[in-house]
């Protein structure tokens, strides 16, 4: 292969998709190292702390596309505090001196500004594609200067971020000359757009396939929207709401008809169930459908609904749904792969959730389900086990059992032997979320079958150090691992620190390990940041003065080549 | 393995010695106080403060018992903040019933007097109107104001007072203006001017 020119080389080194593979080809010589380096033009960088930016730049002169996370996982669940970190600016600086040339950036739990988004917008002429998921720090100003300066913008796609309103007409800042929009999502805001704004930027926009709309926006709105947008693939709706008296819903029930080409449906925020007659005639088609919004669409209008649509590959639902809907849903969806039922109820089970028996239904009746997301009251090892030997194609299973250390109410044993089933099962199963009541068997059966395991999720389970162990010892392919309120302490981190370099990061939270434990760490693994996060009141008082025997709170540890960072607010120690 | 949950776990656990309803192995609702057993022990404080205010979240509203419990974990259930504030699913209940406590626990204002040494709590609720009001916090101070001289120059005696109030704005406004369910509903606390400052407000009121 060394013998082939390089312009060979990187044509093969074209095919490779993934990082994983770039990245690994880029190991085996420095020829290799060279050409694959000059020719990626996606970059991707799992943890923001893990590298400086100046270097990746650096390393991928040619870069076109970057994407870049922040904070742990455990952010999205408020446990970890505001101001921990995860700025974009110092990415966007980067960027701005050494890759003008960069065209799509990608942001995921990071801080961003408006100042930020500024910068981003005027620094980069190509710009054509901004996505960010679950950041914040920024407002309505910001996403007018993107809609300002970045003439041949494609796709502006905010997924759950939590903007400030500043009542800034931003999409009147799309210039009149802007028609390249193929993607636009602005669901995440709360504020208004000016309805004609809207409905002008799309009818000028011809490539226009992906919409999503935000809460305020109208069902009169949606009817001119989708007039001029026939072509659409995916929809987010808006409000949906609409008294079926008015010429509005006759309209809606005309409109929907015309989209031949819709395939994916959303928002419905305030839909009642007579909207959803509007909704029927596309149904046949429709691939993706999240309802998991639409808090005031019971079982029965959700049943009526999804047994028309034969070809859902990916449903998001509540919990109101209920096992007979589920059950329902398994016998339509045949081509169904990704499940996720959301509680409509956090304070106690309604009139109406799921159980074991909606999950074994969809296991029998959908045998493509590979990715799945299940809130529930109640789970058995008996249906972990049928679940297991109906769907052997999992690659992503998270289920939350609402209250914390509930055992299997028919036996009252723990769930080891259901979850034991599912890794056995699952040769391909990437990521694990357990919940309920867990020994520190499930972590043995967890390290022996789950080879395949990148990213697990641990809380309110196990006995001992032991368990912990298990999974540091028997799961190979593990990058993520995140622990709250377990019974794991020194003895289980430290019992293998290597293995944490070969892992993106390890979280612990309100368990045993202490902070002589986080030191002892620290002080064997110079690459790996040990951030304790203390947010007890005077924190900013000095280590020396807590003893080495007290319980470190939250612990993030993550390997890096960059050093400690130097952005750490007061209350987060690197040791 | 033994058949009941609760001897799979530590020996020492207290749990096993709770007395408490339900199958042994059963886990009661009100699991939150396991935590601390358990070993998520606080970092540096031991405090109850500390532990109530890690544990406390900040959109529940205290609604029954078994539901309170669950929800004063941190964090939990893992939902995406997001999804949590796009919906409250019992907001329209929860906010009747904190009406409902409120309505219950009174609406106590604190009554400062200028010179008293400490402040004074009333339940507004109690009272039907400014006349019932003043003659309540009259009797209040009364101790502060017999015998009392004024220690400003070119004051009269400290007899000449004024009561004022605070109100949602922040501004100081003089009891008495507003039709009195109004008052109530706008006044944060209540401040009895003595002195000098009174005649400023009288001559201010009448010129």
């Given at each position: 292969m060394t013998y082939f020119p390089e312009e060979v080389v990187e044509h093969i080194f074209d095919f490779l998709g993934s990082h994983r593979d770039r990245n690994a080809v880029s190991t085996v010589c420095k020829a290799w190292y060279h050409v694959e380096r000059f020719s990626r033009r996606n970059v991707f960088v799992g943890n923001c702390y893990a590298i400086r930016p100046e270097r990746v730049m650096a390393r991928f002169p040619g870069m076109k596309s970057l994407s870049v996370k922040g904070?742990?996982?455990?952010?999205?669940?408020?446990?970890?505090?505001?101001?921990?970190?995860?700025?974009?600016?110092?990415?966007?600086?980067?960027?701005?001196?050494?890759?003008?040339?960069?065209?799509?950036?990608?942001?995921?739990?990071?801080?961003?500004?408006?100042?930020?988004?500024?910068?981003?917008?005027?620094?980069?002429?190509?710009?054509?594609?901004?996505?960010?998921?679950?950041?914040?720090?920024?407002?309505?100003d910001g996403l007018a200067a993107i809609a300002t300066?970045?003439?041949?913008?494609?796709?502006?796609?905010?997924?759950?971020?939590?903007?400030?309103?500043?009542?800034?007409?931003?999409?009147?800042?799309?210039?009149?000359?802007?028609?390249?929009?193929?993607?636009l999502n602005f669901a995440c805001l709360k504020g208004e757009v000016n309805a004609g704004v809207l409905e002008r930027l799309v009818a000028r926009c011809p490539n226009l396939r992906s919409l999503k709309l935000n809460r305020a926006v109208?069902?009169?709105?949606?009817?001119?929207?989708?007039?001029?947008a026939p072509y659409l693939v995916?929809?987010?709706?808006?409000?949906?709401?609409?008294?079926?008296?008015?010429?509005?819903?006759?309209?809606?029930?005309?409109?929907?008809?015309?989209?031949?080409?819709?395939?994916?449906?959303?928002?419905?925020?305030?839909?009642?169930?007579?909207?959803?007659?509007?909704?029927?005639?596309?149904?046949?088609?429709?691939?993706?459908?999240?309802?998991?919004?639409?808090?005031a669409i019971q079982a029965d209008d959700l049943i009526k609904l999804i047994s028309l649509c034969f070809k859902l590959q990916k449903l998001w639902v509540l919990d109101c749904i209920g096992d007979k809907g589920l059950a329902v849903v398994a016998s339509t969806c045949k081509e169904l792969q990704e499940l996720r039922v959301f509680p409509s109820d956090i304070y106690g089970a309604g009139a109406t959730s799921v159980t074991e028996e909606g999950l074994v239904a969809i296991s029998s009746g959908c045998p493509k389900l590979n990715s799945l997301l299940y809130f529930c009251y109640q789970m058995t090892n008996a249906a972990l086990i049928t679940v297991a030997k109906n769907c052997p194609h999992f690659t992503r299973f998270r289920l939350c059992i609402l209250d914390p250390w509930k055992p299997d109410p028919v036996t009252n044993q723990p769930l080891d032997e259901g979850f034991g089933a599912i890794v056995r099962s699952c040769k391909n199963l990437r990521r694990l979320s357990l919940s309920g009541l867990l020994t520190d068997q499930v972590f043995l059966y967890i390290g022996l079958y789950a080879k395949?395991?990148?990213?697990?999720?641990?809380?309110?389970?196990?006995?001992?150090?032991?368990?912990?162990?298990?999974?540091?010892?028997?799961?190979?392919?593990?990058?993520?691992?995140?622990?709250?309120?377990?019974?794991?302490?020194?003895?289980?981190?430290?019992?293998?620190?290597?293995?944490?370099?070969?892992?993106?990061?390890?979280?612990?939270?309100?368990?045993?390990?202490?902070?002589?434990?986080?030191?002892?760490?620290?002080?064997?693994?110079?690459?790996?940041?040990?951030?304790?996060?203390?947010?007890?009141?005077?924190?900013?008082?000095?280590e020396e003065n807590i003893s080495d025997l007290h319980k470190a709170e939250k612990m993030y540890v993550y390997r890096t080549v960059a050093g400690p960072r130097n952005d750490a607010p007061d209350f987060v120690w690197t040791l | 393995m033994e058949a009941?949950?609760?001897?799979?776990?530590?020996?020492?656990?207290?749990?096993?010695?709770?007395?408490?309803?339900?199958?042994?192995?059963?886990?009661?609702?009100?699991?939150?106080?396991?935590?601390?057993?358990?070993g998520s022990k606080r970092a540096l404080q031991e405090d109850d403060d500390m532990e109530s205010r890690a544990n406390s979240r900040p959109l529940e509203a205290d609604s029954g018992e078994a539901p309170a419990a669950k929800a004063q974990i941190v964090g939990w259930p893992p939902i995406r903040s997001y999804r949590r504030n796009s919906f409250p699913p019992r907001k329209v209940e929860s906010e009747a019933e904190a009406e409902a406590e409120a309505e219950a626990a009174g609406l106590y204002v604190k009554v400062s007097m200028d010179g008293?040494?400490?402040?004074?709590?009333?339940?507004?609720?109690?009272?039907?109107?400014?006349?019932?009001?003043?003659?309540?916090?009259?009797?209040?101070?009364?101790?502060?104001?017999?015998?009392?001289v004024s220690r400003k120059e070119g004051c009269s005696s400290g007899s000449e007072s004024a009561i004022t109030y605070e109100d949602k704005d922040g501004d100081l406004m003089l009891v008495g203006d507003v039709p009195w369910e109004m008052f109530i509903s706008s006044c944060r606390r209540l401040r009895i001017?003595?002195?000098?400052?009174?005649?400023?407000?009288?001559?201010?009121?009448?010129?």
């Amino acid at each position: 292969m060394t013998y082939f020119p390089e312009e060979v080389v990187e044509h093969i080194f074209d095919f490779l998709g993934s990082h994983r593979d770039r990245n690994a080809v880029s190991t085996v010589c420095k020829a290799w190292y060279h050409v694959e380096r000059f020719s990626r033009r996606n970059v991707f960088v799992g943890n923001c702390y893990a590298i400086r930016p100046e270097r990746v730049m650096a390393r991928f002169p040619g870069m076109k596309s970057l994407s870049v996370k922040g904070k742990p996982h455990f952010a999205d669940y408020n446990l970890v505090p505001y101001d921990w970190g995860g700025f974009a600016l110092p990415w966007i600086n980067a960027a701005v001196r050494r890759c003008p040339g960069l065209e799509d950036l990608r942001l995921k739990r990071m801080v961003v500004t408006d100042d930020d988004l500024d910068l981003l917008a005027r620094s980069f002429p190509n710009f054509r594609s901004l996505v960010l998921v679950s950041c914040e720090g920024f407002s309505t100003d910001g996403l007018a200067a993107i809609a300002t300066y970045c003439r041949g913008l494609r796709e502006l796609d905010l997924q759950e971020n939590e903007v400030e309103d500043h009542g800034r007409q931003w999409l009147s800042c799309f210039h009149e000359s802007c028609t390249s929009l193929v993607s636009l999502n602005f669901a995440c805001l709360k504020g208004e757009v000016n309805a004609g704004v809207l409905e002008r930027l799309v009818a000028r926009c011809p490539n226009l396939r992906s919409l999503k709309l935000n809460r305020a926006v109208s069902v009169e709105s949606l009817n001119e929207i989708v007039a001029r947008a026939p072509y659409l693939v995916d929809l987010g709706t808006g409000s949906f709401a609409v008294d079926h008296h008015t010429d509005a819903y006759q309209r809606l029930m005309n409109s929907f008809s015309k989209c031949k080409s819709l395939s994916s449906l959303s928002g419905f925020w305030e839909a009642s169930p007579h909207c959803l007659d509007a909704v029927y005639p596309v149904c046949i088609n429709l691939t993706v459908l999240n309802m998991s919004y639409a808090p005031a669409i019971q079982a029965d209008d959700l049943i009526k609904l999804i047994s028309l649509c034969f070809k859902l590959q990916k449903l998001w639902v509540l919990d109101c749904i209920g096992d007979k809907g589920l059950a329902v849903v398994a016998s339509t969806c045949k081509e169904l792969q990704e499940l996720r039922v959301f509680p409509s109820d956090i304070y106690g089970a309604g009139a109406t959730s799921v159980t074991e028996e909606g999950l074994v239904a969809i296991s029998s009746g959908c045998p493509k389900l590979n990715s799945l997301l299940y809130f529930c009251y109640q789970m058995t090892n008996a249906a972990l086990i049928t679940v297991a030997k109906n769907c052997p194609h999992f690659t992503r299973f998270r289920l939350c059992i609402l209250d914390p250390w509930k055992p299997d109410p028919v036996t009252n044993q723990p769930l080891d032997e259901g979850f034991g089933a599912i890794v056995r099962s699952c040769k391909n199963l990437r990521r694990l979320s357990l919940s309920g009541l867990l020994t520190d068997q499930v972590f043995l059966y967890i390290g022996l079958y789950a080879k395949c395991l990148e990213m697990l999720s641990i809380a309110f389970a196990g006995d001992s150090d032991k368990g912990m162990v298990y999974i540091l010892k028997g799961c190979k392919n593990l990058r993520k691992l995140e622990i709250r309120d377990c019974p794991f302490g020194d003895i289980a981190l430290l019992n293998d620190v290597a293995k944490y370099e070969t892992m993106r990061s390890l979280w612990m939270s309100s368990c045993d390990v202490t902070l002589g434990g986080c030191k002892a760490l620290a002080a064997k693994m110079p690459r790996l940041n040990v951030e304790i996060i203390n947010e007890s009141e005077g924190s900013d008082k000095l280590e020396e003065n807590i003893s080495d025997l007290h319980k470190a709170e939250k612990m993030y540890v993550y390997r890096t080549v960059a050093g400690p960072r130097n952005d750490a607010p007061d209350f987060v120690w690197t040791l | 393995m033994e058949a009941a949950a609760s001897s799979v776990k530590d020996g020492g656990d207290l749990r096993d010695t709770e007395l408490r309803l339900g199958l042994p192995g059963t886990e009661a609702p009100e699991k939150p106080a396991a935590p601390s057993t358990r070993g998520s022990k606080r970092a540096l404080q031991e405090d109850d403060d500390m532990e109530s205010r890690a544990n406390s979240r900040p959109l529940e509203a205290d609604s029954g018992e078994a539901p309170a419990a669950k929800a004063q974990i941190v964090g939990w259930p893992p939902i995406r903040s997001y999804r949590r504030n796009s919906f409250p699913p019992r907001k329209v209940e929860s906010e009747a019933e904190a009406e409902a406590e409120a309505e219950a626990a009174g609406l106590y204002v604190k009554v400062s007097m200028d010179g008293a040494p400490y402040l004074r709590k009333i339940d507004l609720k109690v009272y039907k109107g400014y006349k019932e009001l003043r003659e309540a916090m009259d009797n209040m101070f009364k101790c502060f104001t017999q015998g009392e001289v004024s220690r400003k120059e070119g004051c009269s005696s400290g007899s000449e007072s004024a009561i004022t109030y605070e109100d949602k704005d922040g501004d100081l406004m003089l009891v008495g203006d507003v039709p009195w369910e109004m008052f109530i509903s706008s006044c944060r606390r209540l401040r009895i001017m003595k002195g000098c400052e009174v005649r400023g407000l009288r001559t201010r009121q009448y010129s």
